[in-house]
């Protein structure tokens, strides 16, 4: 659990990054680069991944918690989910439970699991681990989509492509 409902967890704040330093220092020595969160009061919710937020690709649709207070709604967040659906993928905002990623991968459904985020932009999530269950997705590689939309966004914020959406600010 990262953030608890009635918390800070929606809003940009210091106390949500403080307040992961343990867990991540965990991870770390587990050999993992960072946390998977969960919901504060069941923790069968997934939430977020690192101070980033979670998206996958279960099947042929982008998935993604919806915002409940717990979840910091993040530009880069709406970036990937207005590309998606402008290149007429199904993208959706919705809980996603622990057991549907684990049954995903058991079945061969999940295909990508990424985070997102002001400073990282895309991170491709290669492996997971659960109370002893490891998953390797996508054979520990970046999938094609996080892959798609990285390039895509760093390209309007570098310039390298026009800004159709408003997402850029000159500043002189």
Avoid at 114 to 138: H, Q, R, S
Avoid at 140 to 161: N, V
Wanted: proline letters at 3%; charged letters at 25%.
């Amino acid at each position: 659990m990262r953030a608890a409902a009635g918390g800070l967890g929606a809003v940009k704040a210091g106390a949500n990054y403080v307040a992961s330093l343990l867990a991540a220092e965990e991870a770390k020595k587990r050999g993992y680069d960072q946390v998977l969160w969960t919901d504060a009061a069941e923790h069968g919710r997934l939430e977020e991944v690192g101070t980033m937020n979670l998206m996958a690709v279960i099947g042929d649709e982008l998935v993604t918690p919806s915002l409940d207070g717990t979840i910091l709604g993040g530009i880069t967040r709406d970036s990937v989910l207005t590309l998606a659906r402008e290149w007429g993928l199904k993208a959706y905002e919705r809980e996603i439970s622990v057991e549907e990623l684990l049954s995903a991968q058991r079945h061969g459904s999940l295909k990508e699991v990424f985070g997102c985020g002001t400073a990282a932009v895309i991170t491709p999530v290669g492996e997971l681990a659960w109370k002893g269950d490891k998953m390797i997705v996508n054979g520990g590689k970046p999938g094609p989509l996080a892959t798609r939309l990285f390039e895509a966004i760093t390209a309007i914020q570098y310039g390298r492509e026009p800004d159709p959406y408003g997402w850029i600010t000159e500043v002189a």
